[in-house]
Nanobody, 126 residues
Framework: VQLQASGGGSVQAGDSIRLSCAASGLNFGRSCMAWFRQGPGEERDLVAAISRSGSWAEYANTVKGRFTISRDNARKTVSLQMGNLKPEDTAIYYC????????????????????WGQGTLVTVSS
């Protein structure tokens, strides 16, 4: 089972960037997917999570209205479109999969996720 994240980089405040995560070796359509981030000296926090079908998403209050999570079950990918970026969005972003996800629950805690990608760094300059 592997998650491969890509798309990070250095941008200016107000810019947009898109992260992608490709999954292999798991039943993607039965997995809840999420993006977490961890800034310097901080804990790993939820950015966004998306249900198995993609019909339900949850966002951290700090990114609502600026970020959008989406998934393509046929291609086994999950993406995070990030807009109006701010310096405080600077962090390593991780995609994660909960392959025991049930239909009626969308977990937001890191401990609920079974598989993690390697992380991709996003740096936002003011």
């Amino acid at each position: 089972v592997q998650l491969q994240a890509s798309g990070g980089g250095s941008v200016q405040a107000g810019d947009s960037i898109r992260l992608s995560c490709a999954a292999s070796g798991l039943n993607f359509g039965r997995s809840c997917m999420a993006w977490f981030r961890q800034g310097p000296g901080e804990e790993r926090d939820l950015v966004a999570a998306i249900s198995r079908s993609g019909s339900w998403a949850e966002y951290a209050n700090t990114v609502k209205g600026r970020f959008t999570i989406s998934r393509d079950n046929a291609r086994k990918t999950v993406s995070l479109q990030m807009g109006n970026l701010k310096p405080e969005d600077t962090a390593i972003y991780y995609c994660a999969a909960d392959y025991n996800c049930i239909l009626s629950h969308l977990p937001t805690e890191p401990t609920a996720y079974d598989v993690w990608g390697q992380g991709t760094l996003v740096t936002v300059s003011s």
